[in-house]
């Protein structure tokens, strides 16, 4: 007996989708989100100021909100807005597109990396560097690692001395396509420039901008605390470059241990017998010229071979307390975004592209940085939103409060931790100095320690947030430029992050007990 069965089609279960981690502008807005929900529970407040506008501590005193719920709803749908070109009020500090006052917004850096895109447009287009870094790639491969070395450590020394960061956006054109002709990843070219540079600027020396304006608040010289701190440059450094050199090392000899695998596509192996032609030399000489010009331009010679202390602004005016030498420049980011402009012009002329063409060029390139100005425009818009919600003195109070009365080691490290949070909200090591100090430096002289190690543990504090701070355009600009996801580079680092975390407090208390 024989019996027919008809199986019945199984309905296939479609396979689950896979969490992606949000990408840098999502997470960014997130952030922003957040940031304002935490400012509707915090109590706004203040603190008096004295002429130069730094908090007096004794004096914080709450206030009643200044924004009605309405306003409140306002400012989030404006946070983006006065991320990019929001002025501040010089009397009242509110910060609005309508104000008229000092620009608070990070247009100047928004213009600067379309400026850049607009160059790598043009200069790519004539394939002088994808054939050059070809070259250059296949005769360093066996010694690629010197490469990164050499890197990481040049932009730390100019992170130590002045506080070299946003102006690594114009490397990322050179140092990726480099690294990919190399056999590495782009997580390895990101690293390259981020962490060569924020890790130099963490162990600031003589760095105008965060030493020099938190010296100048707390009352002491410079150059007070800089044998620690040159201690710490050089450890922290060393620890940084092997970090990379490890991961890099493992990529290139094994491809599948990449955190973000590798594009097809990019410097291909045609270009590694290629030889310049002359027109592609002046390229090359060009783009050379014009980084030199850049880093030129943007060193405060004066005030790190014065070792000037005092009231110096960064992110908005690019000055320092001193005067500048005959030869400075003292460009800023109006100057570069032409710079790079005229030399993808030039470049055009060079290439006899046309005029057509080097137009299409300089529009499609600055078309590319969107993406990462979006991310910036983002960041600063959370900064915004505690500004005009009068909490950032409510949480400068509370880490006044939570350093009071520690014992030496104990403060030190803790002023170290407080001003992690704070870091977050106020990207800027200047304004974050002129904030933090006057209320921390009188402090540690309770504590039995002196101004200089206070200001060294504010400053590693700082450095160590803006390694992984979403509010840091430097990270997620400079990730969104190199195509890195936020997750991935924060799977990468967070080893490097413990082990700084714990040379810096066995640094600090020690030197705390020494004194």
């Known amino acids: 007996m024989s019996t027919n069965m008809t199986s019945e089609p199984v309905a296939e279960t479609p396979p689950r989708k896979k969490f992606e981690f949000p990408g840098a502008v999502t997470v960014l807005a997130i952030v922003m989100v957040l940031v304002w929900i935490a400012a509707l529970f915090i109590p706004a407040g203040r603190f008096d100021t004295d002429a130069d ?21 306002q400012q989030l749908i404006l946070a983006p807005v006065n991320g990019l070109y929001g002025t501040q009020d010089l009397t009242t500090g509110f910060v609005d597109p309508d104000n008229v006052g000092r620009l608070f917004g990070s247009v100047g850096v928004v213009l600067f990396i379309m400026a850049l895109g607009s160059f790598i447009s043009v200069s790519f287009a004539t394939r002088s560097l994808e054939v050059a870094v070809g070259r250059l790639g296949a005769r360093l491969h066996d010694k690629a ?59 600031s020396t003589v760095n105008p901008f965060s030493i020099g304006v938190a010296s100048g608040e707390a009352g002491v010289s410079i150059g007070d605390g800089i044998v620690l701190r040159f201690i710490l440059w050089v450890v922290l450094t060393a ?123 300089i529009t499609r390139g600055a078309g590319d940085m969107v993406g990462p100005a979006i991310v910036i425009l983002l960041a600063r818009g959370v900064s915004v939103i505690m500004t005009n919600t009068q909490t950032l003195d409510t949480v400068l109070n509370a880490m006044e409060s939570l350093v009071d009365g520690a014992a030496a080691g104990v403060f030190a490290i803790l002023v170290m931790i407080v001003n992690i949070p704070l870091a977050v909200l106020i990207p800027s090591s200047s304004g974050h100095a002129t904030l933090a100090m006057p209320l921390l430096a009188p402090l540690g002289d309770f504590a039995g320690i002196s101004r200089s190690l206070v200001i060294t543990a504010f400053q590693m504090g700082h450095g160590l947030t803006m390694l992984i701070a979403p509010t840091n355009v430097v990270v997620v600009g400079g990730l969104a ?35």
């Open 145 to 203: 690692w010197l490469l990164i070395a050499v890197i990481m450590v040049l932009f730390s020394v100019l992170g130590t001395t002045m506080g070299f960061s946003v102006e690594t956006f114009g490397f990322y054109a050179l140092v990726i396509p480099l690294m990919l002709a190399m056999g590495y990843d782009r997580m390895v070219a990101a690293a390259t420039i981020i962490i060569g540079a924020l890790v130099g600027s963490m162990a």
């Open 239 to 361: 620890v940084a470059v092997a970090f990379v050199l490890r991961y890099a090392a493992r990529v290139q000899r094994d491809p599948a241990s990449s955190l973000v695998g590798f594009d097809t596509g990019e410097t291909p192996d045609s270009a590694l017998d290629e030889h310049l032609s002359a027109t592609q030399k002046w390229v090359l000489a060009i783009t050379a010229f014009t980084f030199a010009l850049m880093i030129f331009s943007v060193i405060p010679w004066s005030a790190i071979f014065g070792a000037a202390t005092g009231p110096a602004e960064y992110d908005q005016y690019h000055e320092t307390a001193t005067e500048p030498y005959w030869f400075e420049l003292n460009w800023w980011f109006p100057q570069l975004a032409m710079l790079f402009i005229i030399a993808a012009i030039v470049v055009g002329v060079v290439a006899r592209m046309g005029e057509k063409e080097t137009v299409s060029l």
């Open 481 to 515: 430029m190199a195509k890195v996801g936020y997750d991935k580079y924060l799977r990468f680092i967070w080893p490097l992050m413990a082990i700084n975390v714990v040379i810096i407090c066995v640094a600090l208390a020690v030197a705390a007990v020494v004194e």
């Open 53 to 73: 506008g730094a908090p007096i501590p004794g004096t914080f005193e709450e206030v009643s909100a200044p924004l009605s719920w309405w306003e409140r709803i």
